[in-house]
């Protein structure tokens, strides 16, 4: 990340149709907050999109915008925030326009799902980066040689990304922290009434049971590992192991905590798996089942049909 000149750090919003307002909001509040509390306008930033016109965000409220991405002052930090869609008018313009920035050696960020299209820009090589939870499937399908780690966010020399809506909070009080200190980025989640920042080591939500606070390390531990291995699952004994456990623990620990046998949590996470990829890729049905673990197509189907009440030939077909 780059140190902001003396009269402070200028931001640029890259904005596409169907764009998070709410990732959008979260970052630029938050250092609007700050600048509240320091008492002058350190931050400050400009929106921008292909074209220069007003875009849509994905809740059918349109944005006025500063300037076509051609007339883009600089800026310290250029931000792709994209929601619903990585697919929009002047897509084009807008590749080139950061192919353009990563060779002039621009530091550039992701918000959301923003990730994807500095991936299709050739922006992110090299470079750890993450991306909404519900999109990493189809990214990792589409750029492998990409590490995107799932976690709230990564910073990694000149490139900031974050899987969008709280999490850019977090990403942005972490350039707070960076620019003023622990002290004022504490300031700044007291006024949103954030409880905890979290750091890039924090990983995103996991799982049919989100939300894993306040349950047991060992749990987040198997939970996390589950998640990390979906096309080669690992057995129980491999499981409890890695937690320094019995089988018998470890099954105890899932009723107890999620009223759920492991078997079946983790038979849940790879389906979830596999209905992401049918979504957001064209991978064949089968090449699905494969990535997800199951060896053979009909006990796939079997298994998708009885969680999601219908056969994964029909979810292809469903448009979302």
Known sequence: ???????????????VDKFSMFSLAAAIDTVRSAN???????YSWTTISADGEAVIAS???????????????????????????TEFSGKSKVLAALRSLGRRGATLGALSVGSYLLAEAGQLEGHRCTIHWENRAGFQERF??????GNVFEI????????????????????????????????V????????????????????ERDLTGKSAKLKK???????????????????????????QVERLFLRHLNV????????????????????????????????????????????????GRPPSEERRTTY
């Open 59 to 85: 809740n059918g409220l349109p944005l006025k915008i500063d300037y076509a991405i051609a007339d883009a002052p600089q800026a310290d930090i250029f931000f792709v925030c994209v929601g619903l869609t």
């Open 189 to 208: 989640a007291n006024q949103f009434q954030y409880e905890r920042i979290r750091s890039a080591g924090d990983r995103q939500r996991i799982g049919p």
């Open 222 to 248: 198997i939970v996390e590992l589950m998640a990390d291995n979906l096309d080669e699952p690992f057995s129980a004994v491999e499981l409890a192991k890695s937690a320094g456990l019995s089988v018998r």
């Open 144 to 149: 492998p040689e990409i590490e995107c780690t």
């Open 261 to 308: 046998t492991p078997g079946r949590y983790y038979m849940r996470l790879r389906l979830e798996r596999a209905r992401e990829l049918l979504r957001q890729t064209n991978l064949p049905i089968l090449d699905v089942a494969i990535a997800t673990g199951f060896t053979s197509h009909s006990y796939f189907a079997q298994s998708y049909r009885q969680l999601f």
């Open 156 to 187: 990694d020399r000149k490139r900031l990304t974050c899987a969008g809506g709280t999490t850019s909070i977090d990403l942005m009080l972490e350039i707070v922290r960076a620019d003023f200190g622990a002290g004022l980025a504490n300031e």
């Open 36 to 42: 509240r509390l320091v008492g002058h306008d350190f």
């Open 1 to 15: 990340m780059t140190d902001p000149s003396p009269g402070g750090r200028q931001f640029a919003f890259l904005l």
